[in-house]
């Protein structure tokens, strides 16, 4: 080792490597006779070798970069609803062992049209016909295409995963050709995949069986009536189900639905049953109702009104516009339909705010003539109209006694704005705008945040979340994230969503929008594994991709949060450790070491305990402090570090010979006249020792003291 100004020479320490790297009856769970470890009694070498060829495959596995998910409580699911169709009943027994009642084939394909049920179907059936100590584990497919290599191979794993994402999710013939290989592998280790595709992802009408490989199709949804039915008594509501079968108009709105469809149903005769209850039962006096107070409604009408589509009515309301109104039979007037989409919005609120809402949208929807301003209608001609509160009645709400708009009718509303988003394809540019416009201080107002996501992921698909995230991510950042957090969540949209933030991460102008959302799930404990996983790597790409100083705070800033939190904080040692084995870059890796200083530990700082034995802190400090681009960031956070610990003597004295000792390396000279500036600011230690000082009287030999002062450190 050279000589350098802080001391005296020492003994050469080892050179570490760079770091700069980038329902009829169903059966029941098979229960298959299976050997436990200690049964295990070899008699011939062919039986070893295929044991010792089993371990290889599985340990091969596991080393790639396989897909993850969560697993599925097998009990959980056999208890959840399931209604077994005539046609699906054809599907299942395709693909069941008569004699073993197990999964025939190793690789199922379940290819059905979107929103029909077949992930419920493949789930059954991997629960009822796998053997019963099987792990069922739902993946997440988050690649950019389908790749055999990144399928797990776990020994008794029963595997299900959702292919419907149009961009990511497209089989190709290679692809196929080589499930039956895959298959060999499964059932080397005794396990099972199911995929479920949606139809217009099927390349062929046709796929002749391939080895252990099978195709199913799907053609038709279970029965809607008896999954609202059962959907109804499995979460609590068996109450309900006579007033839905006794609702004739009920009735026939259930008819035809699909399966999510037929959930969503299940979830709103709820939340009828909810708001009902919730309200006052005393009907209004007479008094009152003379006053324009009308009777509040009945549970059944309002359970009708909330399964209902609304179309025909809507069909009349959205016809053809006419000049006149006469109340009853023509369509509303432009005015009017944006005093409509307000109320649906809003529902009940102050009547100048549904009001102004209604204005702000019209002004969207009228033209500008040349480089004049939209033209207003004429005072004369609004004063001969209909006043506002005529206006209101009119459109199906009322206005009480402190001009508050009542318009209780959520389903209506949400109807409404279906009804425009379906029929009307140029509305909805309009619409995303005016549902995102900054409002007076409650930019994530829940109403907008339901609505747009009611709208965005209606078709179960994230083909408007690239819209919408250009239309607000400058003008409503919090709102875009809330709606984001929805569709990261939501069942069928959410792997498409994770993509769209993917891409959204190597952009500055969406950065605020990915980190808040990524924030959001690491920090709910609810999120599994998988979620977490893709927070966690879309956080990476960010610090991956920005220079921006704030944007790589904002980032380091989660991960501090981060650091409170077991399972989270497992998962930033793993970042640490995957960067200094130069799997990921150091610009991601640095940041998860430096939230880490955070952590407390009874005894000494935490990176230097025994739980942080996988990182190597001398050297992470190191080659940190070594590069200019990466000291500046450090030096902060390293003074933070030590200013914790003022009031320790122990911990203090621990971190301060661990510092001095790194810095004496080569390379340190810039490192340690900013550090030693940086330390200017710390607060002295619990026995009145100035840090700065300290650490000079520690590094800078004595003999050199005299030369190399404080006071001329560069600036």
């Known amino acids: 080792m050279e000589e350098n ?4 020479p020492e003994p050469d320490e080892p050179k570490n490597p760079g770091s700069d790297g980038t329902s009829p009856d169903l059966a029941s769970p098979a229960s298959v006779p299976t050997s436990q470890s200690g049964d295990l009694h070899i008699q011939q070498a062919s039986v070893a070798a295929g044991h010792i060829g089993e371990l290889k495959l599985l340990q091969e596995t596991r080393k790639r970069d396989v897909l993850e998910g969560t697993e599925r409580d097998r009990q959980q699911i056999l208890e959840q609803p399931f209604i077994l169709s005539e046609r699906w009943k054809e599907a299942w027994d395709q693909v069941i062992n008569g004699e073993t009642s197990l999964l025939r084939p190793r690789v199922l394909l379940v290819v059905a049209p979107r929103s029909f049920g077949s992930t419920t179907f493949a789930l059954q059936l991997l629960a009822r016909h796998t053997e019963a100590d099987s792990t069922l584990v739902k993946l997440d497919a988050d690649w950019n295409a389908p790749s055999r290599g990144r399928l797990p191979v776990d020994h008794r794993h029963a595997y299900q995963v959702d292919l419907k994402d149009a ?3 497209r089989l190709s013939i290679d692809f196929l050709d080589s499930l039956p290989r895959h298959a060999e592998a499964l059932a080397s280790a005794r396990s099972f995949l199911v995929m479920t595709v949606a139809k217009e992802l099927w390349p062929d009408h046709y796929l002749s069986p391939r080895g252990d490989v099978r195709v199913v199709h799907i053609d038709e949804p279970p029965d809607s009536e008896l999954m609202v039915e059962e959907h109804l008594n499995y979460r609590g509501h068996p109450q309900l189900v006579p007033h839905v079968q006794s609702l004739d108009q009920a009735v026939v709105s259930l008819r035809g639905l699909n399966a999510v469809e037929a ?10 049953w909810e708001e009902h209850h919730g309200r006052q039962p005393e009907l209004p006096s007479t008094a009152a109702r003379m006053a324009g107070q009308e009777r509040p409604s009945s549970f059944a009408e309002r359970l009708t009104a909330a399964l209902s589509d609304w179309r025909q009515k809507l069909d009349g309301l959205f016809g053809e516009a006419t000049a006149t109104y006469d109340g009853r039979n023509s369509s509303l007037t432009l005015e009017d339909r944006c005093l409509l989409l307000a109320l649906a919005v809003r529902q009940s609120a102050p009547m100048t705010e549904v009001a102004a809402t209604a204005g702000s949208l019209r ?4 033209v500008p003539d040349g480089d004049k301003p939209a033209a207003e209608p004429l005072v004369q001609s609004i004063f001969a109209g209909r006043g506002l509160r005529r206006r209101i009645h009119d459109v199906g709400a009322r206005v009480d006694t402190h001009d508050s708009v009542v318009f209780d009718q959520p389903a209506y509303g949400r109807a409404v704005l279906t009804y425009v988003w379906d029929n009307y394809e140029v509305m909805r540019g309009p619409l995303l705008v005016w549902l995102t416009q900054p409002g007076d201080g409650s930019v994530s107002a829940q109403p907008m945040v339901d609505a747009l996501a009611g709208l965005v992921l209606r078709h179960g698909t994230a083909d408007h979340l690239d819209t919408l995230g250009s239309i607000a991510c400058a003008e409503n950042p919090e709102l875009l994230g809330a709606v984001m957090l929805r569709a990261v969540r939501d069942e069928h949209v959410g792997r498409a969503a994770w993509a769209t933030l993917y891409r959204w991460a190597g952009q500055q102008e969406y950065i605020r929008t ?23 790597v879309r956080l990476r790409r960010v610090a991956r991709k920005s220079d921006d100083p704030a944007t790589r705070l904002r980032v380091l800033s989660v991960m501090k949060e981060l650091v409170s939190r077991p399972a989270r904080t497992a998962m930033l040692v793993a970042e640490v450790t995957a960067w200094q084995a130069s799997k990921v870059s150091v610009r991601s890796g640095s940041l998860a070491f430096l939230a880490l200083m955070e952590k407390k530990h009874p005894k000494v700082p935490w990176l230097m305990s025994d739980e942080a034995a996988g990182i190597d802190v001398d050297r992470a400090l190191r080659d940190l402090l070594a ?23 122990v911990g203090y004295e621990r971190l301060r010979d661990r510092i001095v000792h790194i810095l004496r390396g080569n390379g340190m000279f810039q490192a340690y006249w900013a550090f030693m500036r940086a330390l200017a600011d710390a607060p002295v230690t619990v026995e009145g020792v100035d840090v700065a000082e300290d650490f000079h009287r520690h590094l800078v030999d004595p003999r050199l003291r005299s030369v190399f002062t404080l006071e001329t450190a560069p600036s």
């Open 5 to 8: 100004a802080f001391t005296l």
């Open 167 to 169: 961009r990511t999710d």
């Open 627 to 649: 590069d200019a681009a990466t000291a500046q960031e450090v030096i902060p956070e390293l003074t933070k570090w030590i200013g914790s610990y003022a009031t320790d003597t």
């Open 363 to 366: 002004s969207l929807l009228v």
């Open 514 to 536: 990915v980190v808040d959302t990524c924030r959001s799930v690491l920090l709910n404990e609810a999120s599994g594994p998988s979620a977490a996983k893709m927070a966690l």
């Open 263 to 272: 959930v969503r149903a299940t979830v709103t005769a709820m939340t009828v």
